[in-house]
């Protein structure tokens, strides 16, 4: 069964700070890699997708990459802003179709 | 068009009763999925739907679940004779070129 480790479970930074998420998988053999945010008692929002072909996406301040070989990605946001604070969850698939695993997230609070 | 819908937002019901909810996904969307969430973890796949054919059930999806997807629009998912185990978000999700989207949820309180 595949596990997803989502490092540091929680984060508090001051704003303006850049910070980086952390997303491993103990299977390496990741198809697609997406990134998302959730707000309190809210759905996911989709941030950023890797798919197969793709080592990397960039979207504004947010930037995340995969390394297949290890099966870890990360989530890159530069000058964090208040608005930034959320749960930040990496999910992946082993195949063409979309049931996600996903990690327990990383409760993000950006400190004015 | 403005997403996934689910429908209610937030049930609370008894013990033993029966609840239902519905997903809209977004339309040309033909897969769409069930996940659960529970307090402090991340959605866990419950089903998944290729048009209305039900193409897998996770293991978590007991005899007490069950959900289907008349005409391949939008879908429900039934739990019978409900446990304060189930209580949890259950999202639905369909995707687009890849890219997975959700709706907003049904908050689920098993009392």
């Not at chain 2, 739907?49 to 005899?63: P, W």
């Not at chain 2, 959900?67 to 949890?88: H, M, N, V, Y």
């Amino acid at each position: 069964k595949q596990e997803v480790t989502q490092i540091p479970a929680a984060l508090s930074v001051p704003e303006g700070e850049n910070l980086v998420l952390n997303c491993s998988f103990t299977d390496s053999a990741i198809y697609n890699l997406q990134w998302f945010r959730q707000d309190p008692g809210k759905g996911l929002t989709s941030l950023l997708l890797i798919q197969s072909s793709q080592r990397e996406q960039t979207s504004g301040r947010l930037n995340a990459s995969l390394d297949k070989s290890s099966g870890r990605s990360t989530l890159y946001i530069a000058a964090s802003q208040p608005g930034d604070s959320a749960t930040y969850l990496c999910a992946g698939n082993l195949n063409w179709a979309n049931n996600l695993f996903f990690g327990t997230g990383t409760r993000l609070t950006v400190i004015p | 068009d403005t997403g996934v819908s689910q429908n209610p937002r937030h049930k609370i019901t008894k013990r033993g009763q029966n609840v239902t909810f519905r997903c809209d996904p977004i339309s040309e969307h033909n897969r769409l999925y069930w996940y659960r969430q529970t307090l402090g973890q991340g959605p866990e796949f419950l089903t998944y739907f290729q048009n209305e054919a039900q193409l897998e059930k996770s293991r978590l999806l007991s005899d007490r679940f069950s959900a289907e997807r008349p005409k391949g629009s939008f879908s429900t998912l039934e739990i019978q004779r409900t446990e304060q185990g189930d209580s949890a978000m259950y999202l639905c999700a369909t995707d687009w070129r890849a890219e997975a989207f959700f709706g907003q949820g049904t908050r689920l309180t098993v009392v």
